[in-house]
């Protein structure tokens, strides 16, 4: 039986009920009621901000050394560990993923809590080379409070990816967790809250905060002790985001969309290329901003290739995210499966082929579900909306090229520049493209591993910022110079 978290916000450093507007949260496999979550009000977003800010600033946080911070982020990632089937079944419930990707978003939250950790421990501040009679040195400074706000897709993962280098970096975080998924931010809330408890720390250092982009999330951007935010969701929020930032002179980090190229080179070792083709798009059901939507064949193997995944495709599992073989489980809400379905319809007025999927699946099973079919479409030219706005579903759309020129020039035409694919065994091709392509991530020879130790963000309408990576916890920061004199004669205005 799933446990729920209870129906409360963290405010201030207390959960409590949210008092703003209940929302139900869905199990898109079924359609069911899993939770009802209330929103908080712009009031106690001001709230929670107040005491995030005195929380930061108190000597208990705020004099603690890194090797002492990094004690909080090393029993979070112990608590989730401890938690990890609790957490991965509930998001798969909130979200629909299949339990492998929830259990591995899981094992990812910990790991990048501890390794933040271990970087924080290890970062060192400079001392640079003086250029008179003085020493320089130039330190990092937490910036106070910081507002994370993340997108339905991933959330555990993204969480992690923000709490835990603001942390680190001696902040306290505001998180807005997206409308339709609250509930693993909740219960990731409350382990953290048992951590800071256990170390003594000001359990106001978090709040985790329920509600709409346009009221809570708005509020947080707005707050004047917010001083920082890392976001990820869609390129118009994040646009919309940073003209508010902007206003107040405040760092955004923005991980945005994307519709990015996975490309077969025609010495590709078609075996893998296949899988990993199927795997970068179909997984998560497309519903990654990493998702290799647009795939790019070399012509003399298109026809043979695209035939081969489309047989491939078609026998793809579709079903619930708690069954152990899903490969493709259901989108996130039943809306959202419209607004992809709104899209095929689009592509057939483009006039695409749909070589396959195209529609829900059919059965008793889905009836309840937001299902959609693994769909591959093709005979499209790259300029057709359908190959330049993110789809966010299990939709990919084929091209084929002529020569690497072609190749790099239809890559590139593009709004977005997150990630990239290259299947090939030639490994100069490999690196030529590698570099001439605009993307934040290429993968040569596998598509969608990560790391927290590899920096990650996006060109281009695809972001701002990197997350991940020792330089996480200096972009929560304010880097400060101090110049130390040395000279034993007075300044020349002396005397
Ligand atoms: O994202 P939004 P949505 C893409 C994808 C998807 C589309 C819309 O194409 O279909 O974006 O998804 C909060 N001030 N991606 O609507 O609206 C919101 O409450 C402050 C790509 O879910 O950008 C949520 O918590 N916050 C992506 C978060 O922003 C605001 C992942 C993201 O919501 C706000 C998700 C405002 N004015 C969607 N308006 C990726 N790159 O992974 C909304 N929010």
Known sequence: ?????????????????????????????????????????????????????????????????????????????????????????????????????????????????????????????AITPSRGAYVTLSVHEPIGVVGAINPWNSPVASDAQKLAPALAAGNAVLLKPAEWTPLVSLALGRLITQALGELRLPTALLAVLPGSGRVVGDAIVRDPHVGRIAFTG??????????????????????????????????????????????????????????GSRLFVARALYDGFVGELVARVTKLRVGPGTRPDTQVAPLVHPAHRDKVAAYVDLARGEGARVLCGGAA?????????????????????????????????????????????????????????????????????????????EAGTVWINTYKQFSASTPFGGMKASGLGREKGRDAIRAYQRQKSLYWGTATTPLPWAG
């Open 1 to 125: 039986m799933l446990r729920t978290p209870p129906d409360e916000a963290l405010v201030a450093g207390r959960w409590r009920r949210g008092g703003g507007a209940a929302t139900q949260t869905l199990d898109p496999a079924t359609g069911a009621a899993l939770a009802t979550v209330h929103a908080v009000t712009p009031d106690e977003v001001s709230e929670a901000a107040r005491a995030a800010a005195r929380a930061a600033a108190e000597p208990q946080w705020y004099d603690l050394l890194p090797h002492q911070r990094a004690r909080l982020l090393t029993r979070v990632a112990t608590l989730i560990e401890d938690n990890a089937e609790h957490l991965a079944a509930l998001q798969t419930a909130d979200t629909g993923k299949a339990l492998t990707e929830t259990r591995a978003l899981v094992a990812s939250a910990a790991a990048t809590f501890r390794y933040t950790a271990a970087a924080l421990e290890t970062a060192e501040e």
């Open 234 to 291: 869609g390129t118009e929020t994040g646009r919309a985001l940073a003209r508010t930032a902007a206003e107040k002179l405040m760092p955004v980090s923005l991980e945005l969309g994307g519709k990015s190229p996975t490309v077969v080179l025609a010495d590709a070792d078609i075996e893998q290329a296949l899988a990993g083709v199927m795997f970068g798009v179909f997984s998560s059901s497309g519903q990654s901003c990493i998702a």
């Open 361 to 437: 699946p059919e059965g008793p099973e889905y009836a309840d579900g937001a299902y959609y079919l693994p769909t591959v479409l093709d005979g499209l030219p790259n300029d057709a909306r359908t190959c330049q706005e993110e789809i966010f579903g299990p939709v990919l759309v084929a091209l084929p090229f002529d020569d690497e020129e072609d190749l790099v020039r239809q890559a590139n035409d593009s709004v977005y520049g997150l990630a990239c694919g290259i299947w090939t065994r030639d490994h100069r091709a490999a690196w030529r493209i590698a570099r001439r392509v």
